[in-house]
């Protein structure tokens, strides 16, 4: 009867309109061990209903552990995930505070919705894409400090990720905060400060060689020079404009915790504390943070759990185009001018600011009742509240007038879930079952208002707009687990999704999954070469099923046919996990396949229709890969080495396109497209041939020696036919090899991280490889390789002549560079005082260490850094102009009492 009440009471919150976004599913009792300790150990695995024994799970799952997550000095969930599991890939897009990063698990599955796994917190999913634009605003998963995380689980393969349903097609990233430990009141002091700086700075003239140039190029179009000899002479180096916009900024993390409680109630709180000053000026990010967590036992039936967090986040970003102004300001103007009308990067970073200030509230509730012994039923309530603004003052170059945006955003997120699990245990079997339903509505609210100055007379509105919508979602699901002897496993799974976002005859997806294992050798004890053999498959389905806007029922932005359904995404894993040498080795090996067969597209419509696109499930989409993962414990005694290397390749393939070519970015230094055949990062355009040396080779009126030649392939001398496949942003393969060493009391940890065989678009040699001379004062400066363009008296080069034809700035391989790198991405040094001087003072423990951070990029590419671009992903491996990712030094401690 307790269940049809629940039951009505979740209908009555969410009419059968709704149904479930991404519900989270919930097991805290850990049924196979036998024990209520929410905290897992190093030899479980959170499956996210609940958690096994590494040894008893089927699917393809990866654990990061807290001690991982406090080896590298981050401050997003995202950036730590980086080289730290086979098969995913995270690329920092900026080295903006605040900035998010793209996570991609096992490639990429949809082609115009997000590529991001879905992220569950404590068993609610965090919604973390706000306003459909994901750089409108900074990534809220800052909000989560780190120190407070316990483990991160990442589900990869359908066995696993199929019952978080129509989100869980990009992998699920199950996030565990710590709890409270009984009988242990700690209370621990975390501190580190920081100096962050540009890894390098970009080779550009100086401004003798800028105004010697400027007149050369002139003298070349029979003009005066613009600059005299004397003029020329004094500039001298000029102005350095990298120096004056890049700092070395400051970096200080602080965080208080404390944990402990009785066997009945335990808790866990914390508070910290961030400030980090980005390295170019009038950037930084500050966040504040509290957290509350709470166990309780009531009687011996009940228990009750509570999950809190309170964030601030106030954040600092710089104009898009500042680092732009900064490469392309002329060297020979001072950093205060304000005469010459030119781009100066200072001032624009002064006097266009932005600032964002988001604030978090996240909660979750649940009660959970054991009815008899093997039975249990459990109630949860989450809410998921986000509230941003964003304001912008701009000032126009070449009037006073003041354009002053602000943004306000709102979301919230309410849950229920209801669920009913059973297990049972006799002689060699073992048997759990679940079941399950779950409502959740997305409320967003949207208002941007811009207000204008003209010529500094006061502001009065210039425009406004808002919109609304409301999402709605509703599930069923169901699990269970067998195992006989430990040696025999099988695990199934099936969720049932509707979303208001689809018509009724689409709104319900049903998205089953079956995984398998075969423990063949288990030996722990012996003195064998093998110790552990398991083999391990899975096959299911998983689905993408939202896209911004307004449910069915609603207006949309785009129209919508009714036929569209979610993306629905098969996918089989082989898997295989050895061990070795008494247990000295730990092998992991993963064969996978992702098809998508309905993945919707974005096709322009009839400019009569009155909507600018039209949404149809139609293209193809493969996912093929191989993961491995090796630990080692190398040394041991007094002096130990414990090691861990991943390796990851994956190929996409663009299977189906219904014959369409589907242009996504197509501007004269841009074309970026989806093509049948080709991968997802495809790059198409013109493959050069050295330059035009004389003019019986010319092909037009506008072309010269010393422009750009471009290879004629199919004959028509047409260079839009001519595009060609010059590479992929999508890598070859990616790794990583983290080792931890120790002596005594002294602890190194050294972590590498490499990306094979991708390719990125360079656009700023688009601008610094090429040089026009202009009549005012804002000729744009360029590299320094332009000291050897190309001349009649210097023809052997790859540098277009000065004043060149603007067709040398096509998009072409000439703007393609390799994007493989080996990265020193952490080295911590570290010494833990002795017992002798922490009993003294009454700690538990103390830790001094030293750390630094991408200290050495090992890489051919020209630009900043090799990691660029992706978070939409269109613009996956896309170099325009690019906030730089630091170089950081750290010192800090740890203090437990």
Same mark, same amino acid.
């Given at each position: 009867?307790?269940?049809?009440?629940?039951?009505?009471? &979740?209908?009555?919150?969410?009419?059968?309109?709704?149904?479930?976004?991404?519900?989270?599913?919930?097991?805290?009792?850990?049924?196979?061990?036998?024990?209520?300790?929410?905290?897992?150990?190093?030899?479980?695995?959170?499956?996210?209903?609940?958690?096994?024994?590494? !040894?008893?799970?089927?699917?393809?799952?990866?654990?990061?552990?807290?001690?991982?997550?406090?080896? /590298?000095?981050?401050?997003?969930?995202?950036?730590?995930?980086?080289?730290?599991?086979?098969?995913?890939?995270?690329?920092?897009?900026?080295?903006?505070?605040?900035?998010?990063?793209?996570?991609?698990?096992?490639?990429?599955?949809?082609?115009?919705?997000?590529?991001?796994?879905?992220?569950?917190?404590?068993?609610?999913?965090?919604?973390?894409?706000?306003?459909?634009?994901?750089? !409108?605003?900074?990534?809220?998963?800052?909000?989560?400090?780190?120190?407070?995380?316990?483990?991160?689980?990442?589900?990869?393969?359908?066995?696993?990720?199929?019952?978080?349903? =129509?989100?869980?097609?990009?992998?699920?990233?199950?996030?565990?905060?710590?709890?409270?430990?009984?009988?242990?009141?700690?209370?621990?002091?975390?501190?580190?400060?920081?100096?962050?700086?540009?890894?390098?700075?970009?080779?550009?003239?100086?401004?003798?060689?800028?105004?010697?140039?400027?007149?050369?190029?002139?003298?070349?179009?029979?003009?005066?020079?613009?600059?005299?000899?004397?003029?020329?002479?004094?500039?001298?180096?000029?102005?350095?404009?990298?120096?004056?916009?890049?700092?070395?900024?400051?970096?200080?993390?602080?965080?208080?915790?404390?944990?402990?409680?009785?066997?009945?109630?335990?808790?866990?709180?914390?508070?910290?504390?961030?400030?980090? +000053?980005?390295?170019?000026?009038?950037?930084?990010?500050?966040?504040?943070?509290?957290?509350?967590?709470?166990?309780?036992?009531?009687?011996?039936?009940?228990?009750?759990?509570?999950?809190?967090?309170?964030?601030?986040?106030?954040?600092?970003?710089?104009?898009?185009?500042?680092?732009?102004?900064?490469?392309?300001?002329?060297?020979?103007?001072?950093?205060?001018?304000?005469?010459?009308?030119?781009?100066?990067?200072?001032?624009?970073?002064?006097?266009?600011?932005?600032?964002?200030?988001?604030?978090?509230?996240?909660?979750?509730?649940?009660?959970?009742?054991?009815?008899?012994?093997?039975?249990?039923?459990?109630? #949860?309530?989450?809410?998921?509240?986000?509230?941003?603004?964003?304001?912008?003052?701009?000032?126009?170059?070449?009037?006073?007038?003041?354009?002053?945006?602000?943004?306000?955003?709102?979301?919230?997120?309410?849950?229920?879930?209801?669920?009913?699990?059973?297990?049972?245990?006799?002689?060699?079997?073992?048997?759990?079952?679940?079941?399950?339903?779950?409502?959740?509505?997305?409320?967003?609210?949207?208002?941007?208002?811009?207000?204008?100055?003209?010529?500094?007379?006061?502001?009065?509105?210039?425009?406004?707009?808002?919109?609304?919508?409301?999402?709605?979602?509703?599930?069923?699901?169901?699990?269970?687990?067998?195992?006989?002897?430990?040696?025999?496993?099988?695990?199934?799974?099936?969720?049932?999704?509707?979303?208001?976002?689809?018509?009724?005859?689409?709104?319900?997806?049903?998205?089953?999954?079956?995984?398998?294992?075969?423990?063949?050798?288990? +030996? #722990?004890?012996?003195?064998?070469?093998?110790?552990?053999? @398991?083999?391990?498959?899975?096959?299911?389905?998983?689905?993408?099923?939202?896209?911004?806007?307004?449910?069915?029922?609603?207006?949309?932005?785009?129209?919508?046919?009714?036929?569209?359904?979610?993306?629905? =995404?098969?996918?089989?894993?082989?898997?295989?996990?050895?061990?070795?040498?008494?247990?000295?080795?730990? $092998?992991?090996?993963?064969?996978?396949?992702?098809?998508?067969?309905?993945?919707?597209?974005?096709?322009?419509?009839?400019?009569?229709?009155?909507?600018?696109?039209?949404?149809?499930?139609?293209?193809?989409?493969?996912?093929?890969?191989?993961?491995?993962?090796?630990?080692?414990?190398?040394?041991?005694?007094?002096?130990?080495?414990?090691?861990?290397? =991943?390796?990851?390749?994956?190929?996409?393939?663009?299977?189906? &396109?219904?014959?369409?070519?589907?242009?996504?970015?197509?501007?004269?230094?841009?074309?970026?497209?989806?093509?049948?055949?080709?991968?997802?990062?495809?790059?198409?355009?013109?493959?050069?041939?050295?330059?035009?040396?004389?003019?019986?080779? $010319?092909?037009?009126?506008?072309?010269?020696?010393?422009?750009? @030649?471009?290879?004629?392939?199919?004959?028509?001398?047409?260079?839009?036919?001519?595009?060609?496949?010059?590479?992929?942003?999508?890598?070859?393969?990616?790794?990583?090899?983290?080792?931890?060493?120790?002596?005594?009391?002294?602890?190194?940890?050294?972590?590498?991280?490499? /990306? #094979?065989?991708?390719?990125?678009?360079?656009?700023?040699?688009?601008?610094?490889?090429?040089?026009?001379?202009?009549?005012?004062?804002?000729?744009?400066?360029?590299?320094?390789?332009?000291?050897?363009?190309?001349?009649?008296?210097?023809?052997?080069?790859?540098?277009?002549?000065?004043?060149?034809?603007?067709?040398?700035?096509?998009?072409?391989?000439?703007?393609?560079?390799?994007?493989?790198?080996?990265?020193?991405?952490?080295?911590?040094?570290?010494?833990?005082?002795?017992?002798?001087?922490? &009993?003294?003072? @009454?700690?538990?423990?103390?830790?001094?260490?030293?750390?630094?951070?991408?200290?050495?990029?090992?890489?051919?590419?020209?630009?900043?850094?090799?990691?660029?671009?992706?978070?939409?992903?269109?613009?996956?491996?896309?170099?325009?102009?690019?906030?730089?990712?630091?170089?950081?030094?750290?010192?800090?401690?740890?203090?437990?009492?």
């Amino acid at each position: 009867m307790k269940q049809y009440l629940l039951s009505f009471a &979740l209908f009555s919150l969410f009419p059968l309109t709704a149904l479930s976004h991404n519900s989270s599913f919930l097991l805290s009792n850990n049924w196979f061990k036998g024990t209520q300790d929410t905290t897992l150990t190093i030899d479980s695995v959170n499956l996210g209903n609940h958690s096994l024994f590494r !040894s008893q799970f089927t699917g393809a799952i990866s654990t990061i552990s807290q001690k991982q997550l406090q080896q /590298v000095a981050v401050i997003s969930v995202d950036h730590a995930l980086k080289g730290q599991v086979a098969g995913v890939q995270v690329t920092q897009n900026s080295g903006m505070p605040g900035a998010a990063a793209a996570v991609r698990v096992r490639g990429i599955s949809t082609l115009f919705n997000s590529a991001e796994p879905l992220y569950v917190l404590d068993g609610v999913p965090f919604i973390q894409t706000l306003s459909g634009n994901a750089n !409108s605003f900074l990534s809220i998963l800052n909000s989560i400090n780190i120190n407070d995380i316990a483990s991160i689980e990442i589900l990869k393969d359908a066995g696993a990720a199929a019952i978080y349903g =129509t989100r869980a097609s990009n992998g699920v990233v199950l996030i565990t905060t710590r709890r409270g430990q009984a009988q242990s009141n700690q209370v621990t002091f975390d501190t580190y400060f920081g100096l962050q700086e540009a890894p390098r700075q970009i080779p550009l003239l100086n401004a003798t060689e800028y105004a010697e140039l400027i007149n050369k190029a002139l003298k070349q179009e029979s003009q005066a020079p613009k600059y005299s000899a004397a003029e020329v002479k004094a500039f001298g180096k000029g102005t350095n404009w990298q120096e004056e916009v890049f700092r070395t900024a400051p970096l200080l993390n602080n965080q208080l915790s404390y944990t402990g409680g009785t066997q009945a109630h335990r808790f866990f709180a914390s508070a910290g504390y961030l400030n980090q +000053q980005g390295i170019v000026i009038q950037s930084g990010l500050r966040r504040y943070n509290f957290r509350l967590n709470y166990d309780g036992q009531i009687g011996k039936n009940l228990k009750i759990s509570i999950s809190s967090l309170i964030s601030t986040l106030k954040n600092q970003p710089t104009d898009p185009n500042s680092i732009y102004y900064t490469l392309t300001a002329p060297p020979v103007f001072k950093p205060n001018d304000t005469t010459n009308h030119f781009r100066n990067p200072i001032r624009l970073l002064r006097e266009n600011t932005y600032s964002e200030e988001g604030k978090l509230l996240w909660a979750n509730f649940f009660a959970e009742y054991q009815i008899k012994p093997g039975l249990l039923v459990k109630a #949860q309530y989450g809410v998921n509240e986000i509230k941003q603004e964003s304001r912008q003052i701009f000032h126009a170059r070449l009037s006073n007038d003041i354009r002053y945006t602000k943004i306000n955003y709102s979301s919230k997120t309410p849950m229920l879930e209801a669920t009913l699990r059973f297990h049972k245990s006799w002689q060699k079997h073992t048997f759990f079952l679940l079941s399950g339903f779950a409502g959740q509505q997305l409320e967003n609210s949207y208002i941007n208002k811009v207000n204008l100055s003209r010529s500094g007379n006061g502001f009065e509105e210039y425009s406004e707009e808002g919109k609304r919508s409301k999402n709605k979602f509703f599930s069923y699901f169901g699990q269970f687990h067998y195992s006989f002897n430990n040696r025999y496993f099988i695990s199934a799974s099936v969720r049932k999704d509707g979303s208001s976002q689809f018509s009724p005859p689409e709104r319900y997806t049903a998205l089953p999954a079956i995984a398998a294992a075969w423990q063949v050798i288990h +030996q #722990q004890q012996s003195k064998q070469i093998v110790q552990s053999l @398991k083999f391990r498959t899975s096959y299911g389905l998983t689905a993408y099923g939202q896209f911004s806007g307004n449910d069915m029922d609603h207006t949309n932005s785009g129209f919508i046919d009714p036929t569209i359904h979610p993306e629905v =995404t098969k996918q089989i894993n082989l898997g295989a996990d050895l061990q070795l040498l008494s247990n000295h080795i730990q $092998l992991t090996t993963d064969l996978y396949q992702r098809t998508t067969s309905d993945a919707i597209v974005l096709i322009p419509a009839a400019s009569s229709a009155g909507y600018s696109y039209f949404r149809k499930n139609l293209a193809g989409l493969k996912n093929q890969g191989l993961e491995i993962s090796i630990n080692s414990h190398n040394l041991k005694g007094a002096v130990t080495w414990n090691s861990s290397f =991943t390796f990851a390749a994956n190929k996409n393939i663009i299977t189906d &396109l219904d014959g369409l070519k589907i242009v996504l970015l197509n501007t004269r230094n841009r074309t970026f497209l989806y093509s049948e055949g080709q991968s997802i990062g495809a790059i198409n355009g013109l493959k050069t041939d050295g330059l035009y040396q004389s003019q019986d080779q $010319l092909p037009n009126s506008y072309t010269l020696p010393g422009d750009v @030649k471009y290879r004629n392939l199919d004959k028509s001398g047409n260079l839009n036919s001519n595009q060609t496949l010059l590479g992929s942003t999508h890598p070859a393969f990616t790794y990583s090899f983290n080792n931890d060493l120790s002596f005594k009391n002294f602890e190194l940890n050294l972590f590498l991280q490499g /990306v #094979q065989g991708d390719k990125i678009y360079n656009e700023t040699l688009v601008h610094l490889n090429n040089f026009y001379t202009t009549g005012s004062d804002n000729t744009d400066n360029g590299s320094r390789r332009l000291l050897q363009h190309w001349s009649p008296q210097h023809t052997n080069t790859s540098i277009p002549r000065l004043n060149g034809s603007y067709s040398n700035t096509v998009f072409s391989d000439q703007y393609i560079e390799n994007g493989s790198f080996l990265r020193v991405r952490q080295l911590t040094f570290a010494y833990n005082l002795p017992p002798k001087f922490t &009993l003294s003072n @009454k700690m538990l423990l103390a830790k001094v260490y030293i750390s630094g951070q991408n200290l050495f990029t090992f890489t051919r590419y020209s630009g900043y850094d090799p990691e660029s671009g992706g978070l939409p992903i269109a613009e996956q491996g896309l170099d325009a102009y690019n906030y730089p990712i630091p170089r950081t030094y750290l010192a800090g401690i740890r203090i437990t009492w």
